[in-house]
Nanobody
Framework: EVQLVESGGGLVQPGGSLRLSCQASGYPFSSHAMSWVRQAPGKGLEWVSNIDSDGTTYYRESVKGRFTISRDNAKNTVYLQMNSVNLEDAAVYYC?????WGQGTQVTVSS
């Protein structure tokens, strides 16, 4: 059974930083791409970033230069380092892989 468990969300001030983690199990982690997707209140799902099995990364334009996705295949974990966070980054963040989703982790941005 595929399981994806996000963690690391919380309250952050504008301009602050946060690191999200997604622990994966139940499938060959190193062989598959991982994605971060977010959903702000009242809005639809929005793709944020992707990391391929070979480590190639992709970002939506609004987070380029601020967010960094990475993976640790030894720990079956993908990370999303969020820097210079702004109000538009507030959302529930989900990791996605092999057509499965985690439960999400809430990121709240407030001064």
């Amino acid at each position: 059974e595929v399981q994806l468990v996000e963690s690391g969300g919380g309250l952050v001030q504008p301009g602050g930083s946060l690191r999200l983690s997604c622990q994966a199990s139940g499938y060959p982690f190193s062989s598959h791409a991982m994605s971060w997707v977010r959903q702000a209140p009242g809005k639809g799902l929005e793709w944020v970033s992707n990391i391929d099995s070979d480590g190639t990364t992709y970002y939506r334009e609004s987070v380029k230069g601020r967010f960094t996705i990475s993976r640790d295949n030894a720990k079956n974990t993908v990370y999303l380092q969020m820097n210079s966070v702004n109000l538009e980054d507030a959302a529930v963040y989900y990791c996605n892989a092999v057509k499965s989703w985690g439960q999400g982790t809430q990121v709240t941005v407030s001064s």
